[in-house]
Nanobody, 127 residues
Framework: QVQLVESGGGLVQAGDSLRLSCAAS????????VGWFRQVPGKEREFVAA????????YYADSVKGRVTISRDNAKNTVCLQMDSLRLEDTAVYYC????????????????????WGQGTQVTVSS
């Protein structure tokens, strides 16, 4: 089992950057595929980005492609989400999620597949 804690959210202006971090407990974090999702009140949770166990494979939602970079450091048990050129529509609570997998290249985009979730971090983009 893994526990996830997000950090790095905040209030920024449109065009600014933020770097979100997801810190994981446990010694086997490198066995987990990780994804970032976001949710606005009243809407379904939305996929943002995902990264494979090894970090070699990544996948992005079209809405953030070119503005967001997901990366991981398995030695430090962290996954980061670098967000640049933030827009008003990026405002949401951002969650990281993890799934134990034997496939080192697997990226997962469906929220329902992930059994482990953090508590979320708020990102607010103002004009």
């Amino acid at each position: 089992q893994v526990q996830l804690v997000e950090s790095g959210g905040g209030l920024v202006q449109a065009g600014d950057s933020l770097r979100l971090s997801c810190a994981a407990s446990g010694r086997t974090f490198s066995s987990y595929a990780v994804g970032w999702f976001r949710q606005v009140p009243g809407k379904e949770r939305e996929f943002v980005a995902a990264i494979s166990r090894s970090g070699g494979n990544t996948y992005y939602a079209d809405s953030v492609k070119g503005r967001v970079t997901i990366s991981r450091d398995n030695a430090k048990n962290t996954v980061c989400l670098q967000m640049d050129s933030l827009r008003l529509e990026d405002t949401a609570v951002y969650y990281c999620a993890a799934d134990l997998t034997s496939n080192t290249r697997l990226v997962l985009t469906a929220s329902g597949i992930y059994p482990y979730w953090g508590q979320g971090t708020q990102v607010t983009v103002s004009s």
